[in-house]
């Protein structure tokens, strides 16, 4: 197999692949033995008719089902000899064929080049987490007003499941500090996340970005017929959230790509949890200050 890949623009690629031969030869023959069982050629039982008669009778659906079983696997084959780390699937053109040899161009997404120049030692701010007695009366009072209530007693808290009012209130504490580290953990997550965008340039996929903008949309339309709003009024201003989205939509695409990146270098596993462990690995690398 010959391959030949031209640059487009900073991710776009143009893949030539060329094949002959024994590939092409065998691969008619296996379609025209499938063909012959089932073809029915007048004056012949399935499976009977003459070769010569099915390659006649048949000859553009034996191309078409040569064409759709050869080009994913040699496209597939090109990628791995090219390593190319594609994001989309391919524009297939210029499709030739003959009995000996098959032609055809892909053009395909690949994922950017990206250059990060320290993301081992980024610097992130951090305080020591600390409930009050005052964090934890305001959540009482907000808890007293909520329920109507002029004082919280003992009795109050065994309605809700806890032995005494001072059960409760040491719950509150402990939900309060959760409260509190997880803002505190957001917090030096966007630190990072800001530092890393900002050290990295480089041209971000538009087909990622659509479909992140698709994904957000989606979610919009699922949040809104929750709260009894139809799908209909989003569809009415899709062009104008779309154009709203952009920004937000290509920073996630932008943090995520930048993310797969570091996980590639640190040997840190592409699933689900990618974006966490990253995270996780670059806290731990970070310099605290306090």
């Known amino acids: 197999m010959k391959t030949a890949v031209k640059k487009l623009d900073a991710t776009k690629r143009e893949m030539s692949i060329e094949v002959t031969g024994e590939v092409i030869k065998n691969k008619f023959e296996d379609v025209i033995k499938k063909i012959s069982k089932e073809a029915k050629v007048p004056g012949f039982r399935p499976g009977h008719a003459p070769r010569d008669l099915i390659e006649k009778n048949f000859s553009g659906a034996i191309r078409e089902q040569v064409?759709?079983?050869?080009?994913?696997?040699?496209?597939?084959?090109?990628?791995?000899?090219?390593?190319?780390d594609v994001i989309e699937l391919p524009d297939i053109s210029d499709i030739k064929l003959d009995n000996v040899t098959l032609t055809f161009?892909?053009?395909?997404?690949?994922?950017?080049?990206?250059?990060?120049?320290?993301?081992?030692?980024?610097?992130?701010?951090?305080?020591?987490?600390?409930?009050?007695?005052?964090?934890?009366?305001?959540?009482?009072?907000?808890?007293?007003?909520?329920?109507k209530l002029d004082n919280l007693d003992d009795n109050f808290a065994r309605?809700?499941?806890?032995?005494?009012?001072?059960?409760?209130?040491?719950?509150?504490?402990?939900?309060?500090?959760?409260?509190?580290?997880?803002?505190?953990?957001?917090k030096m997550e966007e630190e990072i996340i800001e530092q890393l965008n900002s050290q990295a340039d480089f041209k971000i996929p538009a087909t990622l970005i659509e479909r992140q903008i698709n994904d957000m949309l989606r979610q919009t339309k699922i949040d809104l017929a929750m709260k009894g709003i139809p799908a209909e009024r989003v569809d009415e201003r899709e062009k104008e959230l779309r154009k709203e989205m952009e920004p937000q939509a290509k920073k996630q695409v932008k943090t995520y790509l930048i993310l797969s990146e570091i996980a590639k270098k640190e040997k840190i596993e592409l699933n689900d949890h990618m974006p966490h462990n990253v995270m996780e690995f670059l806290l731990r690398e970070a310099e605290w200050k306090g």
């Open 67 to 84: 064409l759709k079983e050869l080009v994913p696997e040699l496209y597939n084959q090109a990628i791995e000899k090219e390593a190319l």
């Open 159 to 186: 309605g809700l499941g806890y032995p005494t009012l001072a059960d409760l209130e040491k719950t509150i504490e402990k939900q309060l500090f959760l409260q509190k580290e997880h803002q505190q953990r957001q």
């Open 105 to 147: 161009k892909a053009t395909v997404e690949t994922a950017p080049e990206i250059a990060l120049k320290n993301y081992k030692k980024l610097k992130v701010s951090y305080k020591n987490v600390e409930v009050t007695p005052d964090d934890v009366k305001r959540s009482i009072d907000s808890l007293k007003e909520s329920r």
